[in-house]
DNA sequence: AAGCAACCCAACCGCCGTTTC
DNA sequence: TGAAACGGCGGTTGGGTTGCT
C-alpha cells in the first residue's frame, strides 16, 4: 500500500538515477521545496513527492556531510541518543551536515553493536541484564577468578567489597522515575572512554562551559580558590554532615575514562558512599559533571535532583522528562525520599571538544534542566549574557 | 572461483501531528 | 468542525558490497 501523496499517480520506486538526481537538483536548486507533492509534476520526475524529498534530505542537499563519522560525531550521537532515545532526526540535528538517516543507520550498524559488546543495552544505555547476572554471579571482586574481568560490570566493585553494583540505572527518557547512571562509570574504556559530557558545575578554564559554571556558583560551594576543585556538603541519613572535596583537574587529563574518576574519587566519597547515601558525581577533564542519584540497598537519600519536572508534549515529547520552569534542585539531606524520581542530567550539557555552547543551551532548555542549588533558577537568556 | 553470510545504507512504509480547505 | 492533504519521523526492508570459507 503506497502512501496516499503517490497511490493516485504512476510513480517510479527504488534507486535514483543520476538523470533524476539531476532533474531534481536542478529543480529544487532554482525553485525550491515550498510543495514536494508539487515537486516531482513539475521536475518531470515519476516519483512521489515524498520520495522526492527523501532523495533530497538524504542525499542531494548541498550541505550535507559524507563519509564516515568522526569520533566526535560518535560521542554526540551517543550523548544526545542517552536523553532522547531514537529521536534520530532530533540527533542529527546536533551534527551538521548529518541526516536522520545516517545517524540511524551509523547507530544500527556500528554503534549499537559496540554498546551491546560492552555489555550495555543501547536502548537504555544501562547494563544488560546478562551483564547483571555476570556481576552477581561473581560474587566478589569480579577480577581475581573472573574470566571475563574484562567486562564492564566487573568494574562494579563497590568500596566495600560488596559486590552489588552500587546503582541501578535505566534510561531517563523512558522511565523517567527511575535513576539515571552516566555511562562512562559503566562501560570499561572504549566507546565512552571520553571526555564524558554531563552537567556542568563550574569551570572557568574551559570557555565552552563558562555559562553554566555562572549557574553553579550562584548555588554552589565552589571552591574559588581552586579552579579544579569542586565543594560539597551534604548529610547522611543520620544527619550527620559529609564533606566531599573532588579534585578533577588535577586529575589526568587524557583519554582515562570516568570509571578511573570513580576510582579515584576522595575517600570522603568512598564513605559518603558506604553509608548508603549514594552518590554518584563525577567530574571530567572536561569538568563536566554528572550528578546522579544512586540508591544502594533501597536507602534514600544522597544528591536528589528533585523531579518536579512537567511532561511537556512539545519538543521532546510526552515520555520525556522536563521541567521549566523549576530549576533543577540539589538536595542533600536525609529527608530526601527513596525512589528518586529524577532525570540523567549527566548528557544535557556535553563538554566535549566541538560541542557547541549553543547545542549546550538549546538541549539543556529543552530538557529543562537549569540547575541551581537552593531553588535559584537561572534562565537560559541569563546564562548567556553571564557567558 | 564460487557460494554464503554479514554488513551497509538508500529507500520505502506506515504512522502521526499539523495545516488547509 | 471534520476530512483531506501534507510534512516529518522512526522502523523496516532489500539490494549491493565485502569478507570469509
Not at 239 to 261: L, R
Not at 281 to 294: K, L, P, Q, S
Request: hydrophobic share 35%.
Amino acid at each position: 500500500m503506497g502512501h496516499h501523496c503517490c497511490s493516485k499517480q504512476k510513480v517510479k520506486r527504488g534507486l535514483w538515477s543520476p538523470e533524476e538526481d539531476e532533474k531534481l537538483l536542478r529543480y529544487i536548486t532554482a525553485n525550491g521545496h515550498s510543495c514536494w507533492s508539487a515537486v516531482p509534476k513539475n521536475a518531470g520526475l515519476q516519483r512521489c513527492g515524498k520520495s522526492c524529498r527523501l532523495r533530497w534530505i538524504n542525499y542531494l542537499r548541498p550541505d550535507l556531510k559524507r563519509g564516515t563519522f568522526s569520533e566526535q560525531e560518535e560521542r554526540t550521537i551517543l550523548d544526545v541518543h542517552r536523553i532522547l532515545g531514537n529521536r534520530w532526526a532530533q540527533i542529527a540535528k546536533h551534527l551538521p551536515g548529518r541526516t536522520d538517516n545516517e545517524v540511524k543507520n551509523f547507530w544500527n550498524s556500528c554503534i549499537k553493536k559496540k554498546l551491546i559488546a560492552q555489555g550495555l543495552d543501547p536502548k537504555t544505555h544501562n547494563l544488560l541484564p546478562a551483564s547483571k547476572n555476570l556481576l552477581h554471579s561473581h560474587g566478589g571482586n569480579g577480577t581475581a577468578n573472573n574470566p571475563n574481568n574484562n567486562h564492564p560490570t566487573s568494574q562494579f566493585q563497590s568500596s566495600n567489597g560488596n559486590d552489588t553494583p552500587p546503582f541501578t540505572i535505566s534510561s531517563p527518557t523512558k522511565a523517567p522515575a527511575t535513576v539515571a547512571m552516566p555511562p562512562s562509570m559503566l562501560s570499561p574504556p572504549g566507546l565512552y572512554d571520553v571526555p564524558n559530557p554531563g552537567m556542568v558545575m563550574g569551570q572557568h578554564e574551559d570557555h565552552a562551559h563558562h555559562h553554566a559554571a555562572v549557574a553553579m556558583q550562584q548555588g554552589y560551594p565552589y571552591d574559588h580558590n581552586n579552579n579544579s576543585a569542586l565543594l560539597m556538603n551534604f548529610r547522611d541519613r543520620n544527619g550527620a554532615a559529609v564533606h566531599v572535596s573532588m579534585d578533577f583537574m588535577n586529575g589526568s587529563s587524557n583519554s582515562s575514562s570516568s570509571i578511573d574518576h570513580a576510582a579515584g574519587m576522595p575517600s570522603a566519597a568512598n564513605d559518603f558512599n558506604q553509608q548508603g547515601m549514594g552518590i554518584a558525581a563525577f567530574m571530567d577533564e572536561t569538568a563536566a559533571m554528572w550528578a546522579t542519584v544512586i540508591e544502594p540497598d533501597g536507602m534514600g537519600g544522597g544528591i536528589e535532583m528533585s523531579n518536579q519536572h512537567q511532561h511537556q508534549k512539545q519538543g521532546l515529547g510526552q515520555e520525556e522528562v522536563v521541567g521549566p520552569p523549576t530549576p533543577m534542585m540539589m538536595n542533600g539531606g536525609a529527608a530526601a525520599g527513596k525512589g528518586v524520581d529524577m532525570m540523567d542530567v549527566s548528557s544535557a550539557v556535553y563538554g566535549s571538544a566541538g560541542a557547541t555552547t549553543a547545542f549546550d543551551l538549546e538541549l539543556m532548555e529543552s530538557c529543562g534542566m537549569f540547575y541551581s542549588g537552593a531553588g535559584h533558577g537561572i534562565g537560559i537568556d541569563q546564562l548567556q549574557w553571564d557567558c
